[in-house]
């Protein structure tokens, strides 16, 4: 499972791509579960576009309808579409901006407990 992984380094927001293994079981192709804290959904969120900010927790965004755009400081940008996650840990430093869209857009997130460490990923 492809994750892109937004985090701060030397106080800015970097984007990395991550790969979480998966292996063959019964009914196709799964990754390890994975602990997660807590769940919550967003519907019908208007479109917005979210100036510098930190993400509030540790939390995978998986767009269910519609899409994320992320921007760094340093102009990187990603799209994140349904069927694609993103792991949202800048907790400090300069942040990203967000683009939610459309207006109906629907995500999922999944809250993600502090000890769990993204780096066995890195491709």
């Known amino acids: 499972m492809n994750v892109v992984w937004i985090r701060t380094e030397n106080g800015k927001t970097v984007i990395e791509d991550l790969e979480i293994p998966s292996s063959k079981e019964v009914r196709g192709?799964?990754?390890p579960i994975l602990p997660v804290t807590?769940?919550?959904?967003?519907?019908?969120q208007?479109?917005?576009d979210m100036e510098f900010h930190n993400a509030p927790r540790r939390q995978i965004?998986?767009?269910?309808?519609?899409?994320v755009e992320i921007e760094t400081g340093e102009g990187d940008k990603r799209l994140i579409r349904p069927g694609m996650a993103l792991l949202a840990d800048d907790l400090e430093g300069q942040g990203h901006k967000s683009r939610f869209r459309p207006d109906n857009a629907t995500t999922l997130f999944l809250l993600l407990p502090d000890d769990l460490d993204p780096s066995q990923w890195r491709t």
Not at 38 to 44: A, E, N
Not at 61 to 67: A, D, F, I, T, Y
Request: charged share 25%; no cysteine; proline share 10%.
């Open 61 to 67: 965004v998986v767009p269910l309808q519609g899409e």
């Open 29 to 31: 192709y799964e990754t």
């Open 38 to 44: 807590g769940v919550t959904f967003r519907t019908r």
């Open 46 to 48: 208007p479109e917005v």
